[in-house]
């Protein structure tokens, strides 16, 4: 039996082997095609370019033989026109001299004086004497010399373009804040050649070096022109994101720097959608009052009472989509709100550092609330009626109210109502804090000494809100929450 199990094993260990190297095989091939591929490619390229760089000289070349030409012809043209005037000139010239000379011939003639007068005038007026003896063009033609030897140089310098060298971050330069990332990084030479920068990145649950598989895919932003590049709206949904960035040339991409890795702290929860009223469909983050939650729900009793169909998860009352990443519960398998409590409550526990989400409700709601609440808040306790919770409350039936309560004792908030809402709790200082999320308005804080583990809070009836989770808490209010905890704020808290 011994030997069996060794020989299987050496089976078993030559088959891994053949594997591997059929893999490698094709692993080989695969890169022939490649090589033949690409380097067709690239001598496509090549001619492409030389076949650009032969037609922009034979341009220049055409152009500047345009320029001489057109120069030698506006030179032959003024050399040609004085020419024929001083032939012209030269002609009458030789006509006075003839005709002087014939007068001196008859001397003694008694005509002889107004020959010799008119001789005179005509030599006066003659073009030869008002005729400039200086050519008006230069024969010189050095202006249209040329010199190419440093292009020639640079000719004799062409080579292929180098990869470009490794980037190297600068974790000291980069940021993570407001569910923003800036990345910044720099390169060990300078290198006029790069075009642009590639920067990828992925969400991962893993500090340290980037695992070779990951369950997040690598995004891509391409064409960033600086070295820095800041990701903004952000989603924080897990605990780090893996960065590494490379430089490109018009050609070929260089090698990504060493990946890094950053913290991205977050407040990430979902709604337990096992503790909303059956009145409320909830789906991951959003939830909608359903006035036929009720009925649905004597239906499904009646159905599994034997008396219908029976009954199955996918048909429950509130017709509720669950996430599949959703956290365990905080209300410990306890029975959902009822009655008139159209509450759901957060399915991830706040007991200890500060946390910040942000929930939009729709403004035709008749009521919406939002805060947090102990687990502990029983399942006909409505929002802000007990001391086991705090909440901001909008009522928009009858008589329009928006009030702080806590322990069955409302504040009215003269401030306008906002559409989306921020919450900022600090479970050790005992601050929860309301803003409006959109201008970081303060409305209210409540300054509490919490006993027990918080969870966020929501109603609503006759309406509906979404709420966004991943947030970290802004930097503005950060500020004023530093603010708030120096000095006494006048609506602290409810007497």
Known sequence: MGDQEALRKIITTLAVKNEEIQNFIYSLKQMMQNV???????????????????????????????????????????????????????????????????????????????????????????????????????????????????????????????????????????????????????????????DHYVLEYRRTNFDGPPRAKEDQPWMVVEGIKGTEYTLTGLKFDMKYMNFRVRACNKAVAGEFSEPVTLETRAFMFRLD???????????????????????????????????????????????????????????????????????????????????????????????????????????????????????????NWLQVSFSAKHANKAKVLDVPVPDCIGVYCNFHEGFLSFYNARTKQLLHTFKAKFTQPVLPAFTVWCGSFHVSSGLQVPSAVKCLQKRNSTASSSNASLP
């Not at 600068?170 to 060990?188: F, G």
């Not at 009793?301 to 599949?324: F, I, L, M, W, Y």
């Not at 910040?356 to 008749?366: G, N, P």
């Open 36 to 194: 033949e591929a690409n380097s067709s490619r690239a001598q496509e390229d090549l001619e492409g370019e030389f076949q650009s760089l032969y037609a922009l000289l034979d341009e220049l070349k055409d152009e500047m033989l345009m320029k001489i030409k057109q120069d030698r012809a506006s030179r032959t043209y003024e050399l040609q026109a004085q020419l024929a005037a001083c032939a012209k000139a030269l002609e009458s010239s030789e006509e006075l001299l003839e005709a002087a000379n014939q007068a001196l011939g008859t001397a003694n003639h008694h005509d002889f004086p107004q020959a010799a007068k008119q001789i005179k005038d005509s030599v006066t007026m003659a073009p030869a004497f008002r005729l400039s003896l200086k050519a008006k063009v230069s024969d010189n033609m050095s202006h249209l010399m040329v010199d190419f030897a440093q292009e020639r140089r640079l000719l004799q310098a062409l080579a292929f373009l180098p990869v470009p060298s490794t980037p190297e971050i600068d974790l000291a330069e980069s940021l993570v804040a407001d569910n923003c990332v800036t990345l910044a990084w720099r390169m060990p030479d300078e290198d006029s050649k790069i």
């Open 273 to 395: 959608a096992s503790t909303c009223h059956q009145n409320l469909r909830v789906e991951e983050l959003s939830v909608e009052w359903d006035a036929t939650g009720g009925k649905v729900q004597d239906v499904k009793a009646r159905e599994k009472d034997g008396k219908g169909r029976t009954a199955s998860p996918a048909n429950s009352p509130a017709r509720v989509v669950q996430s599949p990443k959703r956290m365990p519960s905080g209300r410990g398998g306890r029975d959902r709100f009822t009655a008139e409590s159209y509450t759901v409550l957060g399915d991830t526990l706040i007991d200890g550092d500060d946390h910040y989400w942000e929930v939009r409700y729709d403004r035709d709601s008749k009521a919406f609330g939002v805060g947090v609440a102990y687990r502990s808040l029983g399942k006909f306790d409505q929002l802000g009626k007990t001391s086991a919770s705090w909440c901001l409350h909008l009522n």
